[in-house]
């Protein structure tokens, strides 16, 4: 059983378009977080979700808009794709916000 | 500013070896510590999360190690194995109110038959 799953694996698409990325838990958590992992393989938060309400929004362009239908999911809906989106975008997961986070695979996006 | 840097940038050791990676950060005040360990392709899988009182936790090969005077952590890998090839990052969450969580650039390490 997947612990945290995010569909699609992989994404590519052109410039201007919306796409969404799909993340479900299974875990019971009610943190879920979306992070971006850029070129350079940094990692950064993007956004925190505490029982459905949004506690965290480092300094994300108003194209990306998290959507929480309930605790066990976390969807991210990207705007307008540009360039500089393309990179991997990891759904997690924790019990309490301090406590260990719990990642999915990945999806890479490639903006054309 | 808040900051997590990771040394080295990248290591290759042989099978069998130890290595330790290390963590400087300058967050301030502090919460807690996470290393987390990313296979190519994959996320980040934790290893150890240390509080203020806690300077060594272990789980299995890897040892964590914090010195929250200094500001130091590292993380101890015995006996290293070709699995272990990885990215290693570490994470830092501020103990404000915001619980921002800061991350390192990470390891890369690559062990070699």
């Known amino acids: 059983d997947t612990a945290v799953s995010q569909t699609p694996k992989y994404l590519v698409t052109q410039m201007g378009n919306d796409k969404s990325i799909k993340c479900e838990q299974n875990l019971g958590h009610d943190t879920m977080y979306w992070y971006k992992q850029d070129s350079k393989k940094f990692l950064k938060i993007m956004f925190s979700?505490?029982?459905?309400?949004?506690?965290i929004n480092e300094t994300v362009p108003n194209r990306f808009s998290p959507k929480s239908p309930d605790k066990a999911h976390l969807n991210l809906h990207i705007n307008s794709l540009e360039l500089g989106d393309s990179a991997v975008y990891f759904c997690?997961?924790?019990?309490?916000?301090?406590?260990?986070?719990?990642f999915g695979q990945g999806t890479r996006l490639t903006v054309v | 500013k808040n900051q997590v840097e990771q040394s080295p940038q990248s290591l290759i050791i042989l099978e069998g070896k130890n290595c330790t990676l290390q963590c400087n950060y300058t967050v301030s005040p502090f919460s807690n510590l996470r290393w987390y360990k990313q296979d190519t392709g994959r996320g980040p899988v934790s290893l150890t999360i240390m509080t203020f009182s806690e300077n060594t936790k272990s789980n299995g090969r890897y040892t964590a190690t914090l010195d929250a005077d200094t500001k130091q952590s590292s993380l101890h890998i015995t006996a290293s194995q070709l699995s272990d090839s990885a990215s290693y990052i570490c994470?830092?969450?501020?103990?404000?109110?915001?619980?921002?969580?800061?991350f390192g650039t990470g390891t890369r390490l690559q062990v070699f038959p």
């Open positions: 979700y505490n029982n459905k309400e949004l506690i």
């Open positions: 997690a997961s924790s019990r309490l916000k301090n406590t260990e986070a719990f």
């Open positions: 994470v830092v969450t501020a103990g404000d109110s915001t619980d921002k969580l800061i």
